[in-house]
């Protein structure tokens, strides 16, 4: 699994749609170690070039900072696993994420809740998400 960390001076940068850097990690999945094997720069803020950057490299997750709403459903309509309201240093969340601990509130950014810990388009946790999938899914809920 390769893993999309956007981040300022080591530590997570605040809002991922401004980020000018992502450093790239890979593991073998939850709970194995991992590793960062390289950092890119982002020289855009149009949010599709972002995306295709993250899929040029064979990213599946993405842990940011704050994301825009637009931003957060066009990664999610492309399979991208995201865990967003993310703080602290590089080291610190790779680690906590790869041992499935992200959500402890220290690594909640200041003046918010854990982290959205969300897997691709479970959409449940937002009230139109939670439509969305009734609507999508009411012939198998009746």
Not at 21 to 33: F, H, R, T, V
Not at 44 to 62: N, P
Not at 68 to 85: C, H, K, N, T, V
Not at 90 to 119: K, N, T
Request: aromatic share 10%; with cysteine.
């Amino acid at each position: 699994m390769r893993v999309a960390i956007a981040h300022y001076n080591g530590r997570i940068s605040p809002l991922f749609d401004a980020s000018r850097s992502i450093a790239l990690a890979e593991s073998e999945g939850y709970g194995k170690p991992i590793r960062i094997i390289t950092y890119l720069n982002i020289d855009t803020d149009d949010m599709h070039q972002r995306i295709h950057l993250l899929k040029e490299h064979g990213v599946d997750a993405l842990i940011c900072g704050a994301i825009s709403r637009p931003l957060e459903e066009a990664l999610y309509g492309q399979g991208f696993e995201i865990d967003s309201f993310v703080s602290g240093d590089i080291e610190d969340v790779l680690y906590a994420w790869s041992r499935g601990s992200l959500r402890h509130q220290m690594f909640s950014m200041p003046g918010g809740r854990c982290p959205r810990h969300r897997r691709r388009n479970r959409g449940l946790q937002r009230g139109r998400g939670r439509q969305r999938f009734f609507h999508q899914h009411k012939d198998e809920i009746y």
